[in-house]
């Protein structure tokens, strides 16, 4: 069961829109939209940004969306700000019913 | 309001046992899958377990199939989480997420809801 695949990190001054990508397979991101995002501050939960590839939770800006094509799904942030800076990991149902996280990316917003 | 509060951790010899518990209040238990994720000390999130609503299905990460047990008790609104054999590579920070799925596995397979982790350490 190897991770999702997502880069290291990510950076953006304030303003302007980032993207960050997760690489999976056609066993879970390929095959499902089954795809969320998670925000995590250090020495906090995570809190979910994205799920079902798109759909974003009450509460959550809408500067934050999602989209997948074939294996890839990713995370854009419009506008970036001070308050986005964090680490995003991306999470996919597998068709074993089991799930898989991606390795996380620490998004810095110079 | 969902809660979830996690117990259990504590450090432990490798090879030994341990049972994390999570009490869940603010939703009808039974209704909801629950899942289990860990997180190694400065390492990523990585998805252990999940058990659905009745508790007659369940699926582990293979990293701990075998070792681990997850259960729930939906007359104390608790899930659990039994280690056994445990080495150093267990070492981390355990979530309890309350799963997007209902008890029918329904829904979306996501985490709207954590707990704040308890910590087990092998040594």
């Known amino acids: 069961q190897s991770a999702l695949t997502q880069p290291a990190s990510v950076s953006g001054s304030p303003g302007q829109s980032i993207t960050i990508s997760c690489t999976g397979t056609s066993s879970d991101v390929g095959r499902y939209n089954y795809v969320s995002w998670y925000q995590q501050y250090p020495g906090k939960a995570p809190k979910v940004m994205i799920y079902?590839?798109?759909k974003r939770p009450s509460g959550v800006s809408d500067r934050f969306s999602g989209s997948k094509s074939g294996n890839t799904a990713s995370l854009t942030i419009s506008g970036v700000q001070a308050v986005d800076e964090a680490y995003y990991y991306c999470y996919s149902y597998r068709s074993d019913s089991t799930g898989v996280f991606g390795g996380g990316t620490k998004l810095t917003v110079l | 309001e969902v809660q979830l509060l996690e117990s259990g951790g504590n450090l432990i010899q490798t090879g030994g046992s341990l049972r994390l518990s999570c009490a869940a209040s603010?939703?009808?238990?039974?209704?909801?899958?629950m899942t289990w994720v860990r997180q190694a000390p400065g390492k990523g999130l990585e998805w252990v377990s999940v058990i659905s609503g009745g508790g007659g299905g369940t699926y582990y990460a293979d990293a701990v199939k075998g070792r681990f047990t997850i259960s729930r008790d939906n007359s104390k609104n608790t899930l659990y989480l039994q280690m056994n054999s445990l080495t150093a590579e267990d070492t981390g920070l355990y979530y309890c997420?309350?799963?997007?799925?209902?008890?029918?596995?329904?829904?979306?397979?996501?985490?709207?809801?954590w707990g704040q982790g308890t910590l087990v350490t092998v040594s």
């Open positions: 079902d590839v798109t």
């Open positions: 603010g939703f009808t238990f039974s209704d909801s899958a």
């Open positions: 997420a309350k799963d997007g799925r209902d008890a029918y596995w329904s829904g979306s397979p996501s985490f709207h809801h």
